[in-house]
């Protein structure tokens, strides 16, 4: 038996309730691990609380990555006892996810665990931090260099946003960071790095197709009109790193950005991100995040806690990293 976060449905309401389970229960998979860290991301908490249309099939187990050690495998690439990340490929929507002590799952969905890592860190990081960094090596790879000017960075206190200021930061950027709550979580933001907050207010007035140009990169976890205005007032050239649709899906922008000045839209999806990829980003990720980051932008809870948790990221009142020990 083992103790897992279970949602079901009933009369079209989703409920969250932690029970025990016999092995049986797990889904197929090469992979039996048992898990030791989730974490709690904003698409978890549409999960739970049933507010988004995250879950197509009950019962369900959320939790979109998590962290543990190998105790049975039918793939030679995996023996018991390695520790193991797993992040994306649908689990926690389709595939049972983190949010239990064990997880059974196709072995080409794991991924070994980075040297000087361990569980709990690794979940610190989670899809959010692997996101984050697969968003700054995007802004790179385009050409946005710190001397170029710069770089807004929305949605900064949730778990990607937060990530990539304390990232974009050590790499010698001038972050920008946005926030919904600035007289919360402005003091915080610049001790993870931001030279300057600024309310979110700011980018969701009705704009014009093209503003005065302020940014040389974005990366952005709104979407909505949010993005619309960034990309409006980016620089002739610039390029902006898209991951997340927290304000919805639509985009009222129009093809003058594009068109008029050069601005690259960069799409970035961590959950179909090729193996070979997600491996360098958590390499880079772990080298680059300092050890101040781990005690700042986290907080721990467990799986009794994350009703509570889930009500509270959906309605932005979660700031930074949510680790859950399972």
Not at 47 to 58: P, V
Not at 268 to 288: F, H, N
């Amino acid at each position: 038996m083992f103790k897992a976060l279970v949602l079901t449905q009933l009369d079209r309401q989703t409920q969250a309730d932690v029970k025990l389970l016999p092995e049986s229960d797990l889904p197929e998979g090469e992979v039996l691990v048992e898990v030791g860290y989730s974490s709690l991301n904003y698409k978890d908490g549409l999960a739970i609380t049933g507010l988004g249309k995250i879950i197509r099939q009950f019962p369900m187990v959320p939790g979109i990555d998590f962290a543990g050690v190998v105790s049975e495998s039918a793939d030679p690439r995996f023996q018991p006892g390695d520790e193991v990340i797993l992040t994306g490929w649908g689990v926690g929507e389709n595939h049972w996810g983190g949010m239990a002590e064990k997880a059974r799952v196709k072995a080409d969905w794991l991924v070994p665990m980075p040297k000087g890592c361990d569980g709990a860190k690794a979940m610190m990081i989670g899809t959010a931090g692997l996101t984050a960094m697969l968003c700054v090596q995007a802004l790179q790879q385009a050409g946005v260099t710190p001397e170029q000017g710069d770089v807004l960075v929305t949605g900064a206190s949730g778990g990607v946003g937060s990530v990539a200021v304390t990232l974009l930061a050590q790499l010698g950027y001038r972050v920008v960071a946005s926030s919904g709550r600035v007289e919360v979580n402005g003091d915080w933001l610049k001790a993870l790095g931001a030279s300057e907050v600024i309310d979110r207010s700011e980018l969701e007035q009705d704009s014009r197709p093209l503003e005065k140009q302020r940014w040389a990169g974005v990366v952005d976890t709104v979407g909505n009109k949010v993005l619309a205005t960034a990309l409006a007032q980016m620089q002739y050239g610039g390029s902006a790193a898209i991951c997340g649709l927290a304000g919805g899906f639509a985009l009222p922008t129009t093809v003058m950005p594009f068109i008029l000045r050069g601005v690259n839209l960069l799409g970035i999806d961590s959950v179909a991100c090729p193996i070979d990829k997600r491996v360098k980003a958590w390499e880079q990720v772990l080298e680059l995040l300092p050890d101040s980051y781990y005690q700042q932008a986290c907080q721990t809870i467990d799986l009794e806690q994350l009703g509570e948790y889930a009500d509270k990221i959906v309605k932005g009142k979660v700031t930074g990293r949510v680790l859950v020990k399972v």
